[in-house]
């Protein structure tokens, strides 16, 4: 099987800079994007095709592709930014492949 | 606006089926490949299915193949997933999702839980 690793919980301070990495076997070849799920709510895509944010997604969110890493940033993180988030790539033999999400707390 | 409705969960007992609907509204549904995802209580996302455009072509998790059939409407711009044979384990809020061009999924519904218990 293909498996996404990300790192369980990431706390940062409210104007911070938060990182999250998202580790899978030649990632760097496949599209990677994140997902945003607030407790209650529906998932949120918030980068597609490794950096590329969708509409309406604040600037503060970007993300890079490379390797066996994808990395989602949260540049001025702000107390509303406190979510899971999930990494996801597509593979041809194993299809949607979800990361196995990262908390992050804005301290 | 995209609006993806789904409806169709509930409680069933183990062994049993239920169908899940998803009613698309808001873009142009015979255009975009559709996909199932489920979140199990204070579990992570997992996918479950997914449809092409024409829905000739299928795909499915290896936890639910056999068990689970996603199909689709374009002419009601309605997506489903017949689960049969349920277990404790498919207890899940259901989400359908629109696919994007690079496999990411687009837009997503509310969800709706489906729950497998005695």
């Known amino acids: 099987s293909y498996e996404l690793t990300q790192p369980p919980s990431v706390s940062v301070s409210p104007g911070q800079t938060a990182s999250i990495t998202c580790s899978g076997d030649k990632l760097g070849d496949k599209y990677a994007c994140w997902y945003q799920l607030r407790p209650g709510q529906s998932p949120v895509l918030v980068i597609y095709q490794d950096s590329k944010r969708p509409s309406g997604i604040p600037e503060r969110f970007s993300g890079s592709n490379s390797g066996n890493t994808a990395t989602l940033t949260i540049s001025g993180t702000q107390a509303m930014d406190e979510a899971d988030y999930y990494c996801q790539a597509w593979d041809s033999t194993y299809n949607y492949v979800f990361g196995t999400g990262t908390k992050v707390t804005v301290l | 606006e995209v609006q993806l409705v789904e409806s169709g969960g509930g409680l069933v007992q183990p062994g049993g089926s239920l169908r899940l609907s998803c009613a698309a509204s808001?873009?142009?549904?015979?255009?975009?490949?559709m996909s199932w995802v489920r979140q199990a209580p204070g579990k992570g996302l997992e996918w479950v299915s997914a449809?092409?455009?024409?829905?000739?072509?299928?795909s499915y998790a290896d936890s639910v193949k056999g068990r689970f059939t996603i199909s689709r409407d374009n002419s009601k711009n309605t997506l489903y997933l017949q689960m049969n044979s349920l277990r404790a384990e498919d207890t899940a809020v259901y989400y359908c999702?629109?696919?994007?061009?690079?496999?990411?999924?687009?837009?997503w519904g509310q969800g709706t839980l489906v729950t497998v218990s005695s």
């Open positions: 999702a629109q696919v994007g061009g690079s496999y990411d999924l687009r837009d």
């Open positions: 808001g873009f142009t549904f015979r255009g975009y490949a």
């Open positions: 449809i092409s455009t024409s829905g000739g072509s299928t």
